[in-house]
């Protein structure tokens, strides 16, 4: 069954039959699935009133345990939130009354961010729902393909030190 991206390998053969696009088909499909995922997972998230980075927030806090608090550093590190979001996204979470921000006991110049109990709540409720949604978007593989993808995404990241 042939796709978008077999369309545009077939264009580049016959007007560069010089050139090996092998790697725009796989290059080319990740970026195509990527789309597809980021739109079906904001679909989701959009239905809490959230966006992907408040979700990143609030999972990783969740996940961290109940009592852990973590640093915009360390949340910047451990959610797949970039560095000069933490504090917008953290003051949106605050202001919706997500999360709380307090100084450290031990050094004043370092915040710890922490889920409060509508926080938790609300993850709680978001997480079985996108968990959900990925099982769908994953349906069309078997869980042995599954398997195999990810471990193949786990070696490609690998390039990258992610």
């Not at 989701?44 to 009592?67: I, M, Q």
């Not at 003051?91 to 109990?117: E, I, K």
């Amino acid at each position: 069954m042939a796709d978008h991206v077999d369309q545009v390998l077939a264009q580049w053969a016959e007007q560069r039959p010089d050139l090996d696009v092998s790697p725009m088909a796989v290059i080319g499909r990740l970026s195509r699935a990527a789309l597809g995922v980021g739109a079906e997972l904001k679909r989701v998230f959009a239905e809490h009133d959230l966006d992907r980075a408040s979700f990143d927030v609030l999972a990783t806090l969740r996940r961290n345990g109940p009592e852990r608090c973590m640093t915009p550093a360390e949340l910047t590190r451990s959610a797949m939130v970039t560095s000069g979001a933490i504090t917008q996204r953290l003051d949106r979470l605050q202001s919706r009354r997500l999360v709380s921000r307090t100084p450290s006991d031990t050094d004043g110049r370092v915040v710890l961010v922490r889920l409060t109990q509508e926080g938790r709540e609300l993850i709680d409720r978001v997480l079985p729902d996108h968990v959900e949604n990925e099982r769908r978007i994953l349906s069309g593989l078997s869980r042995a393909e599954q398997d195999q993808l990810a471990d193949l995404l786990r070696k490609l990241l690998e390039t990258f030190s992610m």
